[in-house]
């Protein structure tokens, strides 16, 4: 199975910062990555797919870029609902699997 | 709006079998492919499988020789068994829809499952 690693674990980014996010893959993903959101107590949410593509209603804030085995997740200017644990998870190949998470606290 | 309702006891007894059901609306429940997911507490996301809405499955290696997955397209449902259960099991269990090319888009609101006797 690819194994998705995330870093850092812990990412500590101000209020109107830029938070950069790392996941790398153990072998390729081509493009077929993506980051979910989630915040205490809710379900994930779907805001990357395919590498760069923001899913319907996030914003442009969110970006995402990478290919094959190295991936990037940027949210330019923190705001203070974006706060949460970030996941990536790769879909080119079953079964599908989940980074470990960073978690964007202020 | 597609919505997912999760359905299912919060409490099982260990080597007993946890059964969740996931009722799918506003949206096709064709085409689709219909996954489990689970979270243990404090702990990362482990996809289960999935169950496409032909009514074909994959599974997890990690759990293949536990978990079974089936739709009834009538209902617009699918659901998730889980044999032999463990405290191991324990974890807040989400239903959702797999995007072909896309990832996850609608997710369950999630059904913490504790394995206790």
């Known amino acids: 199975e690819i194994v998705m690693t995330q870093s850092p674990a812990t990412l500590s980014v101000p209020p109107g910062g830029r938070a950069t996010l790392s996941c790398r893959a153990s072998?390729?993903?081509?493009?077929?990555l993506a980051w979910y959101q989630q915040k205490p107590g809710q379900a994930p949410r779907l805001i990357i797919y395919?590498?760069?593509t923001r899913a319907t209603g996030v914003p442009a804030r969110f970006s995402g870029s990478g290919s094959v085995t190295e991936f990037t997740l940027t949210i330019s200017s923190l705001q203070s609902e974006d706060f949460a644990v970030y996941y990536c998870?790769?879909?080119?190949?079953?079964?599908?699997?989940f980074g470990g998470g960073t978690k964007v606290e202020i | 709006q597609v919505q997912l309702q999760q359905s299912g006891p919060g409490l099982v007894k260990p080597s007993e079998t946890l059964s969740l059901t996931c009722t799918v609306s506003?949206?096709?429940?064709?085409?689709?492919?219909w996954s489990w997911i689970r979270q243990p507490p404090g702990k990362g996301l482990e996809w289960i499988g999935y169950?496409?809405?032909?009514?074909?499955?994959d599974y997890n290696p990690s759990l293949k020789s536990r978990v079974t997955m089936s739709v009834d397209m009538s209902k617009n449902q699918f659901s998730l068994k889980v044999t032999s259960v463990t405290a191991a099991d324990t974890a807040v269990y989400y239903c959702?829809?797999?995007?072909?090319?896309?990832?996850?888009?609608?997710w369950g609101q999630g059904t913490l499952v504790t394995v206790s006797s």
């Open positions: 169950v496409y809405y032909s009514g074909s499955t």
């Open positions: 998870q790769q879909y080119n190949d079953w079964p599908l699997t």
């Open positions: 395919g590498a760069s």
């Open positions: 506003g949206g096709s429940f064709t085409s689709y492919y």
């Open positions: 959702a829809r797999i995007v072909r090319g896309e990832g996850m888009d609608y």
């Open positions: 072998q390729s993903a081509s493009s077929n």
